[in-house]
């Protein structure tokens, strides 16, 4: 079973709608991570939280709004998206954003969340 | 510049057939890691393996072995005896020090193993 959890698993939303995508971890990381990814395609990097604040956004457009309550959580806030924004949103965390020898470096995914936007 | 190349799109096999997932990277940084990770169809990216860049020793993990050469910038994934619960996207991935925390994908690697 996986150790990062994310919800929904799916979601549909109209072009008004606001939602939000939720993810959470209990492994003690202080990274987390939300990418995108289109089918038959790799995941982008959308966002790196470290230690629960914004250490990079990939120039995301702003009707995704990321949002780290703590070190646990992870959430995507959804408005006004256009359906080219359909896709698999995957949380990801890992034990911090540097590569060190205490730092093991793997990230972990999360289900995903399958968003569909009509 | 960061970059991970997985030159086959798409492998298909028979099971028990043996198959190796090819993966070059590209870095100039000299502190690095490499990952594989499996995507079924159900979408959740399972880690499989880490490998440092000051640890060239190669590993086998049950029917899963990996050959890392530094000289080449090669990390190679080889799946003996396959079985059709392989069959999966299989993402090689780099991740460098001064990279902030991102991780650099290959273009995946789509494997059907068909019984």
């Known amino acids: 079973d996986t150790e990062v959890t994310q919800t929904p698993k799916h979601l549909v939303m109209g072009m008004t709608n606001k939602k939000s995508l939720k993810c959470e971890q209990h492994?003690?990381?202080?990274?987390m991570y939300w990418y995108k990814q289109k089918a038959k395609k790799p995941p982008e990097l959308m966002f790196v939280?470290?230690?629960?604040?914004?250490?990079i956004n990939e120039s995301v457009p702003s009707r995704f709004s990321p949002e780290c309550p703590n070190s646990s959580l992870l959430n995507l806030h959804l408005h006004a998206l256009q359906p080219e924004d359909s896709a698999l949103y995957l949380c990801?965390?890992?034990?911090?954003?540097?590569?060190?020898?205490?730092?093991?470096?793997?990230?972990?995914f999360g289900e995903g969340s399958r968003l569909t936007v009509l | 510049a960061q970059k991970v190349t997985q030159a086959q799109t798409e492998i298909s096999v028979v099971e028990k057939e043996d198959v190796t997932l090819d993966c070059v990277y590209e870095t100039r940084d000299t502190t690095y890691y490499l990952f594989w990770y499996k995507q079924p169809p159900s979408g959740e990216l399972v880690f499989l393996i880490r490998?440092?860049?000051?640890?060239?020793q190669n590993e086998i993990s049950g029917r899963y072995s990996w050959n890392f050469q530094k000289s080449t910038s090669s990390f190679n994934f080889t799946i003996t005896a396959s079985q059709v619960v392989d069959s999966a996207v299989y993402f090689c991935?780099?991740?460098?020090?001064?990279?902030?925390?991102?991780?650099?994908f290959g273009q995946g690697t789509e494997l059907s193993v068909k019984p």
């Open positions: 939280y470290s230690y629960e604040k914004l250490s």
């Open positions: 490998r440092n860049s000051f640890d060239e």
């Open positions: 991935a780099l991740r460098t020090y001064n990279q902030g925390g991102k991780l650099i």
């Open positions: 492994m003690g990381h202080r990274a």
């Open positions: 990801a965390s890992s034990q911090g954003i540097f590569v060190m020898p205490t730092n093991t470096g793997e990230l972990f």
